[in-house]
Protein backbone atom coordinates (compact mmCIF):
# COMPACT_ATOMS: atom_id res chain seq x y z
CA UNK A 1 0.00 0.00 0.00
CA UNK A 2 1.64 3.45 -1.09
CA UNK A 3 1.26 6.60 1.71
CA UNK A 4 0.13 9.76 0.39
CA UNK A 5 2.40 12.21 0.16
CA UNK A 6 1.22 14.21 3.18
CA UNK A 7 2.01 10.94 5.10
CA UNK A 8 5.28 10.42 4.16
CA UNK A 9 6.48 13.75 5.37
CA UNK A 10 4.68 13.72 8.73
CA UNK A 11 1.93 16.30 8.00
CA UNK A 12 -0.52 14.72 10.51
CA UNK A 13 -2.72 17.02 13.61
CA UNK A 14 0.56 16.86 15.72
CA UNK A 15 2.56 18.65 13.24
CA UNK A 16 1.62 22.15 13.93
CA UNK A 17 1.84 25.43 12.28
CA UNK A 18 5.25 27.94 12.27
CA UNK A 19 5.02 29.91 14.78
CA UNK A 20 7.51 32.89 13.86
CA UNK A 21 8.73 34.68 16.66
CA UNK A 22 10.64 38.42 16.68
CA UNK A 23 13.90 37.05 17.10
CA UNK A 24 13.29 34.27 14.20
CA UNK A 25 13.12 37.44 12.03
CA UNK A 26 16.25 39.16 12.67
CA UNK A 27 17.85 35.83 12.58
CA UNK A 28 17.34 35.46 9.11
CA UNK A 29 18.36 38.92 8.17
CA UNK A 30 21.53 37.90 10.28
CA UNK A 31 21.90 34.71 8.22
CA UNK A 32 21.07 36.96 5.10
CA UNK A 33 23.99 39.39 5.99
CA UNK A 34 26.52 37.07 7.14
CA UNK A 35 26.24 34.82 3.48
CA UNK A 36 26.72 38.30 1.75
CA UNK A 37 29.29 39.03 3.68
CA UNK A 38 30.84 35.72 2.79
CA UNK A 39 30.46 36.20 -0.81
CA UNK A 40 30.91 39.56 -0.76
CA UNK A 41 34.54 39.65 -1.98
CA UNK A 42 34.71 36.93 -4.79
CA UNK A 43 32.41 39.29 -6.48
CA UNK A 44 33.80 42.40 -6.35
CA UNK A 45 37.74 41.09 -5.97
CA UNK A 46 38.85 42.44 -9.53
CA UNK A 47 37.63 45.78 -9.02
CA UNK A 48 39.26 46.42 -5.74
CA UNK A 49 42.46 44.73 -6.81
CA UNK A 50 42.61 46.88 -10.00
CA UNK A 51 41.96 50.16 -7.74
CA UNK A 52 44.19 49.22 -4.85
CA UNK A 53 46.78 47.58 -7.32
CA UNK A 54 47.05 44.19 -5.52
CA UNK A 55 47.16 40.51 -7.49
CA UNK A 56 45.43 37.59 -6.88
CA UNK A 57 47.62 36.10 -4.52
CA UNK A 58 47.02 39.52 -2.48
CA UNK A 59 42.90 38.65 -2.89
CA UNK A 60 43.23 35.13 -1.82
CA UNK A 61 45.16 36.72 1.40
CA UNK A 62 41.78 38.58 2.23
CA UNK A 63 39.39 35.22 2.00
CA UNK A 64 42.20 33.96 4.13
CA UNK A 65 42.26 36.30 6.91
CA UNK A 66 38.30 36.51 7.00
CA UNK A 67 37.98 32.64 7.18
CA UNK A 68 41.15 32.64 10.18
CA UNK A 69 39.40 34.95 12.37
CA UNK A 70 36.38 33.24 11.83
CA UNK A 71 37.11 30.09 12.91
CA UNK A 72 38.75 31.92 15.99
CA UNK A 73 36.11 33.66 17.10
CA UNK A 74 33.80 30.31 16.96
CA UNK A 75 34.61 28.99 20.45
CA UNK A 76 34.81 31.83 21.56
CA UNK A 77 31.36 32.59 20.83
CA UNK A 78 30.42 30.13 23.20
CA UNK A 79 32.23 31.94 26.17
CA UNK A 80 30.52 34.96 25.14
CA UNK A 81 26.54 33.35 25.06
CA UNK A 82 27.06 31.83 28.61
CA UNK A 83 28.33 35.64 30.23
CA UNK A 84 26.35 37.65 27.65
CA UNK A 85 23.36 35.41 26.19
CA UNK A 86 22.83 35.11 22.29
CA UNK A 87 20.93 37.70 21.54
CA UNK A 88 23.64 40.58 22.89
CA UNK A 89 26.29 39.00 21.99
CA UNK A 90 24.93 38.34 17.86
CA UNK A 91 23.71 42.05 18.22
CA UNK A 92 27.76 42.62 18.80
CA UNK A 93 28.38 40.37 15.78
CA UNK A 94 26.43 42.31 13.66
CA UNK A 95 27.93 45.45 14.67
CA UNK A 96 31.18 44.44 14.30
CA UNK A 97 30.34 42.81 11.38
CA UNK A 98 28.90 46.14 9.94
CA UNK A 99 32.11 48.52 11.55
CA UNK A 100 34.34 46.10 9.16
CA UNK A 101 32.16 46.29 6.00
CA UNK A 102 32.64 50.32 6.68
CA UNK A 103 36.07 50.21 7.10
CA UNK A 104 36.16 47.96 4.22
CA UNK A 105 34.33 50.29 2.56
CA UNK A 106 36.45 52.76 3.15
CA UNK A 107 39.81 51.50 2.72
CA UNK A 108 42.56 53.80 1.00
CA UNK A 109 44.91 50.62 0.61
CA UNK A 110 45.59 47.05 1.28
CA UNK A 111 46.42 47.05 4.50
CA UNK A 112 43.68 48.88 5.77
CA UNK A 113 41.19 46.13 3.66
CA UNK A 114 42.87 43.78 5.89
CA UNK A 115 42.34 45.37 8.74
CA UNK A 116 38.68 45.56 7.94
CA UNK A 117 38.39 42.15 6.92
CA UNK A 118 39.76 41.32 10.74
CA UNK A 119 36.36 42.75 12.09
CA UNK A 120 33.97 41.05 9.01
CA UNK A 121 35.53 37.68 9.97
CA UNK A 122 35.15 38.38 14.01
CA UNK A 123 31.66 39.84 13.56
CA UNK A 124 30.65 36.97 10.62
CA UNK A 125 32.13 34.20 12.83
CA UNK A 126 29.71 35.48 16.06
CA UNK A 127 27.29 35.54 13.74
CA UNK A 128 28.24 31.70 12.31
CA UNK A 129 28.27 30.52 15.71
CA UNK A 130 25.64 31.45 17.22
CA UNK A 131 22.18 32.15 14.72
CA UNK A 132 21.49 28.16 14.69
CA UNK A 133 21.27 27.68 18.50
CA UNK A 134 19.39 31.11 19.03
CA UNK A 135 16.65 29.47 16.58
CA UNK A 136 17.38 25.90 18.22
CA UNK A 137 16.31 27.71 21.83
CA UNK A 138 13.71 29.30 20.60
CA UNK A 139 11.82 25.94 18.99
CA UNK A 140 13.49 23.51 21.19
CA UNK A 141 11.03 20.56 20.47
CA UNK A 142 10.86 20.91 16.58
CA UNK A 143 14.37 22.85 15.69
CA UNK A 144 14.48 21.23 12.46
CA UNK A 145 11.91 22.98 10.62
CA UNK A 146 12.89 26.79 11.97
CA UNK A 147 16.23 25.85 11.16
CA UNK A 148 15.75 25.03 8.01
CA UNK A 149 13.58 28.36 7.35
CA UNK A 150 16.29 30.53 9.05
CA UNK A 151 19.28 28.53 6.84
CA UNK A 152 17.41 29.34 3.44
CA UNK A 153 17.85 32.73 4.40
CA UNK A 154 21.95 32.29 4.02
CA UNK A 155 21.16 30.89 0.10
CA UNK A 156 19.20 33.83 -0.49
CA UNK A 157 22.60 36.52 0.61
CA UNK A 158 23.99 34.36 -1.55
CA UNK A 159 22.05 34.69 -4.44
CA UNK A 160 20.84 38.22 -4.04
CA UNK A 161 24.47 38.89 -3.69
CA UNK A 162 25.70 37.08 -6.87
CA UNK A 163 22.66 38.62 -8.91
CA UNK A 164 22.15 42.00 -7.38
CA UNK A 165 25.90 42.90 -6.96
CA UNK A 166 26.89 41.09 -10.04
CA UNK A 167 24.75 43.89 -12.17
CA UNK A 168 25.48 46.44 -10.23
CA UNK A 169 28.96 46.45 -10.94
CA UNK A 170 28.16 45.99 -13.81
CA UNK A 171 25.82 48.95 -14.43
CA UNK A 172 29.03 51.39 -12.64
CA UNK A 173 28.13 50.92 -9.60
CA UNK A 174 30.55 51.36 -6.97
CA UNK A 175 32.11 48.43 -5.11
CA UNK A 176 32.63 50.77 -2.19
CA UNK A 177 28.94 52.08 -1.80
CA UNK A 178 27.75 48.38 -2.19
CA UNK A 179 29.96 47.38 0.69
CA UNK A 180 28.44 50.50 2.79
CA UNK A 181 25.11 49.00 1.89
CA UNK A 182 25.68 45.70 3.00
CA UNK A 183 27.13 47.47 5.89
CA UNK A 184 24.15 49.29 6.90
CA UNK A 185 21.74 45.83 6.33
CA UNK A 186 24.59 44.69 9.24
CA UNK A 187 24.02 47.30 11.51
CA UNK A 188 20.00 46.96 11.26
CA UNK A 189 20.50 43.32 11.55
CA UNK A 190 22.76 43.91 15.02
CA UNK A 191 20.60 46.68 16.31
CA UNK A 192 17.15 44.27 15.85
CA UNK A 193 18.79 41.02 18.27
CA UNK A 194 19.38 43.87 21.07
CA UNK A 195 15.65 45.55 20.98
CA UNK A 196 14.10 41.74 21.02
CA UNK A 197 16.81 41.05 23.23
CA UNK A 198 13.82 41.05 26.33
CA UNK A 199 12.31 38.46 24.02
CA UNK A 200 14.53 35.83 24.83
CA UNK A 201 15.86 37.04 28.61
CA UNK A 202 13.73 33.75 29.43
CA UNK A 203 16.43 31.48 27.86
CA UNK A 204 19.48 33.06 29.83
CA UNK A 205 19.49 31.88 32.70
CA UNK A 206 17.62 28.41 32.11
CA UNK A 207 19.73 25.24 31.51
CA UNK A 208 17.05 23.18 30.75
CA UNK A 209 16.28 23.50 27.03
CA UNK A 210 19.81 23.25 25.73
CA UNK A 211 20.70 26.75 26.67
CA UNK A 212 24.63 27.25 28.39
CA UNK A 213 24.00 27.40 32.12
CA UNK A 214 26.41 29.89 33.00
CA UNK A 215 27.07 28.17 36.19
CA UNK A 216 29.11 25.03 34.18
CA UNK A 217 32.18 25.92 32.98
CA UNK A 218 31.58 25.83 28.73
CA UNK A 219 34.76 23.62 28.09
CA UNK A 220 32.93 21.04 30.76
CA UNK A 221 30.50 21.21 27.67
CA UNK A 222 32.66 20.96 25.59
CA UNK A 223 34.54 17.79 27.06
CA UNK A 224 30.77 15.85 27.64
CA UNK A 225 29.88 16.83 24.15
CA UNK A 226 33.82 15.17 23.09
CA UNK A 227 33.18 11.98 24.84
CA UNK A 228 29.76 11.11 23.23
CA UNK A 229 30.59 9.06 20.27
CA UNK A 230 27.89 10.25 18.15
CA UNK A 231 29.21 13.59 17.85
CA UNK A 232 32.00 12.69 15.86
CA UNK A 233 29.66 10.77 13.74
CA UNK A 234 28.03 13.44 12.87
CA UNK A 235 31.00 16.37 12.80
CA UNK A 236 32.01 13.63 9.61
CA UNK A 237 28.74 14.11 8.44
CA UNK A 238 29.10 17.92 8.74
CA UNK A 239 32.27 18.16 7.07
CA UNK A 240 30.83 16.13 4.17
CA UNK A 241 27.74 17.88 3.87
CA UNK A 242 29.86 21.92 4.18
CA UNK A 243 32.02 19.86 1.47
CA UNK A 244 29.58 19.16 -1.18
CA UNK A 245 27.93 22.80 -0.52
CA UNK A 246 30.97 24.50 -0.82
CA UNK A 247 31.70 22.41 -3.52
CA UNK A 248 28.87 23.32 -5.87
CA UNK A 249 29.81 27.35 -4.49
CA UNK A 250 32.61 27.74 -5.22
CA UNK A 251 33.54 25.96 -8.87
CA UNK A 252 30.33 26.42 -10.68
CA UNK A 253 31.04 29.89 -12.06
CA UNK A 254 34.34 28.67 -12.98
CA UNK A 255 33.25 25.15 -14.32
CA UNK A 256 30.76 26.54 -16.42
CA UNK A 257 33.45 28.67 -18.35
CA UNK A 258 35.82 26.37 -18.95
CA UNK A 259 33.70 23.45 -20.07
CA UNK A 260 31.20 25.38 -21.72
CA UNK A 261 32.77 28.41 -22.80
CA UNK A 262 30.36 30.60 -21.12
CA UNK A 263 30.86 34.43 -20.33
CA UNK A 264 30.81 35.60 -16.74
CA UNK A 265 27.25 36.22 -16.37
CA UNK A 266 26.73 32.24 -17.21
CA UNK A 267 29.10 31.65 -14.46
CA UNK A 268 27.23 33.51 -12.09
CA UNK A 269 23.47 32.27 -13.41
CA UNK A 270 24.87 28.65 -12.45
CA UNK A 271 25.77 29.65 -8.89
CA UNK A 272 22.59 31.33 -8.18
CA UNK A 273 21.17 28.51 -9.71
CA UNK A 274 22.48 26.40 -7.24
CA UNK A 275 21.23 28.96 -4.60
CA UNK A 276 17.85 29.41 -5.78
CA UNK A 277 18.27 24.94 -5.01
CA UNK A 278 19.04 25.88 -1.69
CA UNK A 279 16.76 28.32 -1.03
CA UNK A 280 13.61 25.91 -2.10
CA UNK A 281 14.76 23.01 -0.55
CA UNK A 282 15.33 24.43 3.10
CA UNK A 283 11.84 26.50 3.31
CA UNK A 284 9.88 23.36 2.03
CA UNK A 285 12.24 20.91 5.01
CA UNK A 286 11.35 23.82 7.19
CA UNK A 287 7.26 23.24 6.28
CA UNK A 288 6.76 19.74 5.24
CA UNK A 289 9.34 17.81 7.43
CA UNK A 290 8.92 17.37 11.53
CA UNK A 291 11.32 16.14 13.45
CA UNK A 292 10.84 12.78 13.74
CA UNK A 293 11.70 12.67 10.45
CA UNK A 294 14.93 14.19 9.67
CA UNK A 295 17.23 11.19 9.84
CA UNK A 296 15.08 9.91 7.03
CA UNK A 297 15.55 13.50 5.19
CA UNK A 298 19.12 13.34 5.59
CA UNK A 299 19.84 10.02 4.52
CA UNK A 300 17.15 10.19 1.65
CA UNK A 301 18.96 13.57 0.36
CA UNK A 302 22.71 12.20 0.55
CA UNK A 303 21.63 9.03 -1.94
CA UNK A 304 19.19 11.17 -3.92
CA UNK A 305 22.81 13.73 -3.76
CA UNK A 306 24.67 11.12 -4.81
CA UNK A 307 22.73 10.59 -8.21
CA UNK A 308 22.31 13.97 -9.05
CA UNK A 309 25.83 14.73 -8.49
CA UNK A 310 27.08 12.13 -11.12
CA UNK A 311 24.34 13.59 -13.13
CA UNK A 312 26.55 17.11 -13.11
CA UNK A 313 29.77 15.23 -14.14
CA UNK A 314 28.33 13.48 -17.25
CA UNK A 315 26.15 15.94 -18.85
CA UNK A 316 27.69 18.24 -21.80
CA UNK A 317 25.50 21.24 -21.78
CA UNK A 318 25.71 24.58 -20.63
CA UNK A 319 21.50 24.51 -19.54
CA UNK A 320 21.68 21.14 -18.51
CA UNK A 321 24.27 21.82 -15.91
CA UNK A 322 21.94 24.87 -15.05
CA UNK A 323 19.13 22.46 -14.14
CA UNK A 324 21.67 19.70 -12.68
CA UNK A 325 22.73 22.35 -10.36
CA UNK A 326 19.65 23.46 -9.40
CA UNK A 327 18.81 19.73 -8.37
CA UNK A 328 21.64 19.23 -6.43
CA UNK A 329 20.59 22.58 -4.49
CA UNK A 330 17.70 21.01 -3.73
CA UNK A 331 19.47 17.69 -2.69
CA UNK A 332 21.77 19.33 -0.48
CA UNK A 333 20.05 22.37 1.20
CA UNK A 334 18.59 20.05 4.32
CA UNK A 335 22.05 19.01 5.33
CA UNK A 336 23.58 21.92 7.59
CA UNK A 337 20.70 22.75 9.70
CA UNK A 338 19.17 19.58 10.03
CA UNK A 339 22.15 17.57 11.35
CA UNK A 340 22.94 20.12 13.73
CA UNK A 341 18.85 19.88 14.67
CA UNK A 342 19.03 16.06 14.70
CA UNK A 343 22.41 16.07 16.52
CA UNK A 344 20.76 18.29 19.16
CA UNK A 345 18.06 16.00 19.71
CA UNK A 346 19.71 12.90 19.80
CA UNK A 347 22.40 14.02 22.07
CA UNK A 348 21.08 16.50 24.48
CA UNK A 349 22.69 18.86 27.06
CA UNK A 350 24.22 21.89 26.07
CA UNK A 351 23.07 22.48 22.33
CA UNK A 352 25.09 26.36 21.72
CA UNK A 353 28.24 24.58 22.25
CA UNK A 354 27.27 21.49 20.47
CA UNK A 355 26.23 23.80 17.49
CA UNK A 356 29.37 25.63 17.46
CA UNK A 357 31.62 22.23 17.68
CA UNK A 358 29.78 21.22 14.27
CA UNK A 359 30.33 24.18 12.78
CA UNK A 360 34.25 24.11 13.41
CA UNK A 361 33.72 20.24 11.80
CA UNK A 362 32.11 21.89 8.51
CA UNK A 363 33.27 25.26 7.70
CA UNK A 364 36.74 23.45 7.09
CA UNK A 365 34.69 20.97 4.75
CA UNK A 366 33.25 23.73 2.96
CA UNK A 367 37.35 25.37 2.33
CA UNK A 368 38.41 21.79 2.32
CA UNK A 369 36.71 20.23 -0.73
CA UNK A 370 37.11 23.19 -2.80
CA UNK A 371 40.80 23.17 -2.45
CA UNK A 372 41.06 18.98 -3.20
CA UNK A 373 39.08 19.77 -6.37
CA UNK A 374 41.40 22.24 -7.49
CA UNK A 375 44.59 19.77 -6.75
CA UNK A 376 43.03 17.00 -9.35
CA UNK A 377 41.57 19.65 -11.29
CA UNK A 378 45.23 20.82 -11.96
CA UNK A 379 46.13 17.84 -13.04
CA UNK A 380 42.62 16.03 -14.66
CA UNK A 381 40.80 18.63 -15.15
CA UNK A 382 37.94 20.40 -13.39
CA UNK A 383 34.90 17.64 -14.87
CA UNK A 384 37.13 15.12 -13.24
CA UNK A 385 37.27 16.92 -10.11
CA UNK A 386 33.40 16.59 -9.56
CA UNK A 387 33.59 13.33 -9.12
CA UNK A 388 34.92 14.28 -5.23
CA UNK A 389 31.23 15.41 -4.39
CA UNK A 390 29.30 11.86 -4.89
CA UNK A 391 32.22 10.45 -2.47
CA UNK A 392 31.38 13.11 0.10
CA UNK A 393 27.76 12.65 -0.02
CA UNK A 394 27.91 8.27 0.36
CA UNK A 395 30.00 9.31 3.17
CA UNK A 396 27.61 11.73 4.53
CA UNK A 397 24.82 8.90 4.30
CA UNK A 398 26.94 5.95 5.44
CA UNK A 399 27.86 8.01 8.46
CA UNK A 400 23.99 8.69 9.43
CA UNK A 401 22.86 5.20 9.07
CA UNK A 402 25.44 4.37 11.68
CA UNK A 403 25.09 6.99 13.77
CA UNK A 404 21.39 5.47 13.61
CA UNK A 405 22.57 2.32 15.31
CA UNK A 406 25.22 4.01 17.96
CA UNK A 407 23.78 3.16 21.21
CA UNK A 408 26.71 2.99 22.98
CA UNK A 409 27.33 6.73 23.87
CA UNK A 410 30.03 8.22 26.01
CA UNK A 411 33.64 6.76 26.42
CA UNK A 412 34.55 5.75 29.90
Not at 114 to 136: D, F, S, T
Not at 205 to 217: A, E, K
Not at 267 to 288: I, K, Q
Amino acid sequence: MRLPFRAWVGHTPAMSRLRLTPLDYAAALGMFTYASSVVATPIILLRIADELAFGLAGGGGIEAVRAGFLMAILVASGFAAARFGKTRSLGAGGLILATGLFGYALAPSYVVVLGAIVLVGLGGGILEALLNPLVQDEHPGDSGRYLNITNAFFSVGILTSVLVVGDLLTRGVSWRLLLAGLGVVALVAGLLFFLFDHEHGRHKQDSGNGTVDPDIPVWNHAREIFRDRRFWLFAVAMFAGGGAEGAFTFWSASYVQLDFGALPRGGAFATASFAGGMVVGRLASGHFVPQDKLHILIIASAVLGVGVSLGAWAVSGLVAFIAVVFTAGLTIACFWPSIQSYAAAQMGGDSTMLFILLSVGGIPGFGLSSFIMGIIAESYGLRTSLLVIPLLLTILAVVMVISRRTTVTPYR
